[in-house]
Every structure is written in C-alpha cells, then in structure tokens.
C-alpha cells in the first residue's frame, strides 16, 4: 500500500490516507471519453435511457445528474417519466421498447418505483445485455460463476478504488459488513475473484466486532451511522465506507463528531450532517479510508457510465476495431 498520497488531518492522533472517489472519478471519465470517441469513430454512440416514475425529489436529482454525466461523455441519454400511478404492465411495455431500440445501450430503472408496481418484474424484464445497473438474475450469476458480465455499480466502484490505490487485494483478510443482492453480495464476489478471503458479516453475525478486527480490508454497507466503531478497525487496514447516512439529532451528531470540533460546528450551523457507516474515528486507526462525501459516491454514477460504454461494446463487438474491444475501465471492476 503506498502510504505518500494525501492524507486527511485527524483531530486527535495519526492519520489515513484518503482513498478519493473524487479523482477517481475524474481520472476514468477522462478514459471513458477517449473510449467514446473512438466508438463514434465506428458509427457508434453509447445511450442510455432512464425511467423516472413519478416526482420524487431524490430521484429527480439523480437522474439529471446521470443524464449530465451522459452530456458530459458525448454520450446519447434519453428520459421516460411515466406518471406516478402507471402499472406494472405499462412500466413492462415501455422496458420492451427500451430493450428493442438500438440506439438504447443501457436502461436505469430509477428507485424506487410506486408502491403499486411489482420492482422485481420490471428489474427482471430489463435485457441483461442493457442492464447496466447490474441487478438482473443472469448478470449476477455470471458475476457468480466469473463470467463476462454486468456488475453492480457501486461494487465495481469499491473495487476501483482499491485497484486505483495500489491496495492489495489477493491474499488479503476481507470483510465485508452487509449482505444486500444490490452492494454486499456482489462486493464479497468480485474481493473472491481478485483472490481475497472473505467473510460476509450481517446482523446475526456473532462477535462482530473481533471479526473486523482481523480484517485488511474492510468494506461497511449497512445504512446506519456511525455503527462500526474506530476500535473494530485494525491499524492500517483499508476501510470503504459505502454508508451516506444523513444525521440530524443533536446527541448522535455529538457521538459522531466528538473528535473533530469543525464537523460538530458545521452540523450545529446546518441542522444536519452526511456521515458513514464507519465512526470517523476511524480515521485515525486506518491506513487508508473513503470519505463521506467523496469516496463511494461519486463511483457510483462513474461507473453506470462506464457500464454503458462496456454494454455497446458487448452488444455491438463485431463492429467495433479490436484495440478497443476488450478494454477501458468498464472491463477493469469485474474480475
């Protein structure tokens, strides 16, 4: 593990290095946008096509975001925004024609979807060729059996950050905390694959905290604040908090940000605070740590990009110069 890159000023005692989504992101967009070039080269355009159901807020956020990043590509991006009380059956036909349209690499199916919509068929009935969230049954069991495929997004983005920083992977101690189909699961398959040893932890696990503390390599996706503390955290492990929990009581922001006065004030100012699932103590155990903000986040959307580029190229292989069919960062987070 390189120890010279930045760092990031504790408020009591060492300090971890800072493992930066941020640039992360920067860097492999500069590499997805040589990529897109080359394929437009070849009369090709990599597309992407949201369905945003409803208004809700979030999602409407996040979706421009995805469509600008797309912009910001030369990527081709298109919006589908049914009303909040469309059907099962109409959300199925309009992922019909998105899986028919050639021009359509990739298909997001924003969630969550209205209460009266069944999510597992409509996520179930997105062509996995063009299931660029990596959600669907037959891309995770190619990520399974170690076959070409589509990976979930967020764990193909923890696993750039580890790659990017020149952490070691093989032979590693990993653990990773929660065992969801979208982050945890997919996250412990691609640590198996780069030939870690891996321990899934979930909320029956006995003697969590002893079982962290073995760990080289911990990656925390459990969606509560704060809940691993700095003293499970071995020193010098790599730690990737995947958690973005909003904090907003007075006396969970004191037990969180005891340490780092300048937090506690800003929370005092703003009524609220973004904070992982790891203590922020814990930056002055580790060796290297993702932020909240700024660590996992921005990976996320980066490599939804990177699996619509990789998605044109699979499903268009023959038309594409074999310099460029087999690369690019979209094939670097699978196995």
């Given at each position: 593990?390189r120890?010279?890159?930045?760092k990031?000023?504790g408020?009591?005692?060492?300090?971890?290095?800072?493992l930066d989504?941020?640039?992360i992101?920067d860097a492999?967009?500069?590499?997805l946008?040589?990529?897109?070039?080359i394929?437009a080269?070849t009369g090709?355009r990599?597309g992407l096509?949201a369905?945003?159901?409803g208004?809700?807020?979030?999602?409407?956020?996040?979706v421009?975001?995805k469509?600008?990043?797309?912009q910001?590509?030369g990527m081709?991006s298109?919006?589908?925004a049914?009303a909040?009380s469309a059907?099962?059956a109409?959300?199925?036909?309009?992922?019909?024609d998105?899986?028919r349209?050639?021009d359509?690499?990739?298909?997001?199916?924003?969630l969550?979807?209205?209460g009266?919509v069944?999510?597992?068929?409509?996520?179930e009935a997105?062509d996995?060729?063009?299931?660029?969230?990596?959600?669907?049954?037959v891309?995770l069991?190619?990520?399974?059996?170690?076959?070409p495929?589509l990976?979930?997004c967020?764990p193909?983005g923890c696993?750039?950050i580890?790659?990017r920083?020149?952490i070691a992977?093989?032979?590693?101690?990993?653990?990773?905390?929660?065992?969801?189909?979208?982050?945890?699961?997919?996250?412990a398959?691609?640590?198996m694959?780069a030939n870690a040893?891996?321990t899934i932890?979930?909320?029956?696990t006995?003697?969590?905290?002893?079982?962290?503390?073995?760990?080289d390599?911990?990656?925390?996706?459990?969606?509560?604040?704060?809940f691993?503390e700095a003293d499970?955290?071995?020193a010098?492990?790599?730690?990737?908090?995947v958690?973005?929990?909003?904090v907003?009581?007075a006396?969970?922001?004191?037990?969180?940000f005891?340490?780092?006065?300048?937090?506690?004030?800003k929370f005092r100012?703003?009524?609220?605070?973004l904070?992982g699932d790891v203590h922020?103590?814990a930056?002055n155990?580790a060796g290297?740590?993702?932020?909240?903000?700024g660590?996992v986040?921005?990976m996320t959307i980066?490599?939804?990009?990177?699996?619509?580029v990789?998605a044109a190229r699979?499903?268009?292989?023959?038309?594409?110069?074999?310099?460029?069919?087999?690369g690019?960062?979209?094939?670097s987070g699978?196995?």
């Amino acid at each position: 593990m390189r120890v010279h890159e930045k760092k990031e000023k504790g408020e009591c005692g060492m300090t971890a290095r800072i493992l930066d989504g941020t640039k992360i992101r920067d860097a492999i967009f500069g590499e997805l946008k040589d990529e897109v070039a080359i394929l437009a080269s070849t009369g090709i355009r990599p597309g992407l096509a949201a369905v945003l159901v409803g208004k809700n807020p979030a999602s409407e956020i996040y979706v421009k975001s995805k469509i600008a990043a797309c912009q910001q590509l030369g990527m081709g991006s298109g919006l589908i925004a049914p009303a909040a009380s469309a059907s099962t059956a109409e959300l199925l036909a309009i992922v019909e024609d998105l899986n028919r349209d050639n021009d359509t690499d990739g298909i997001l199916i924003q969630l969550p979807l209205p209460g009266q919509v069944d999510t597992k068929r409509v996520l179930e009935a997105v062509d996995p060729a063009k299931d660029v969230d990596g959600f669907h049954p037959v891309n995770l069991g190619r990520l399974v059996s170690g076959r070409p495929g589509l990976v979930a997004c967020t764990p193909a983005g923890c696993m750039e950050i580890l790659r990017r920083n020149e952490i070691a992977i093989e032979g590693a101690n990993a653990v990773v905390l929660g065992r969801s189909d979208i982050v945890g699961k997919p996250m412990a398959l691609l640590l198996m694959h780069a030939n870690a040893t891996v321990t899934i932890c979930h909320s029956k696990t006995k003697d969590l905290a002893e079982v962290v503390r073995r760990a080289d390599i911990v990656v925390a996706a459990m969606g509560k604040a704060g809940f691993v503390e700095a003293d499970w955290i071995r020193a010098g492990a790599a730690v990737i908090d995947v958690g973005t929990n909003r904090v907003t009581d007075a006396r969970e922001a004191e037990r969180l940000f005891r340490n780092f006065p300048a937090r506690l004030e800003k929370f005092r100012a703003k009524g609220n605070a973004l904070v992982g699932d790891v203590h922020p103590d814990a930056v002055n155990v580790a060796g290297a740590i993702t932020p909240v903000p700024g660590g996992v986040g921005p990976m996320t959307i980066t490599m939804l990009m990177s699996n619509t580029v990789k998605a044109a190229r699979m499903r268009r292989a023959k038309a594409i110069p074999r310099t460029i069919s087999a690369g690019g960062p979209a094939s670097s987070g699978g196995r």
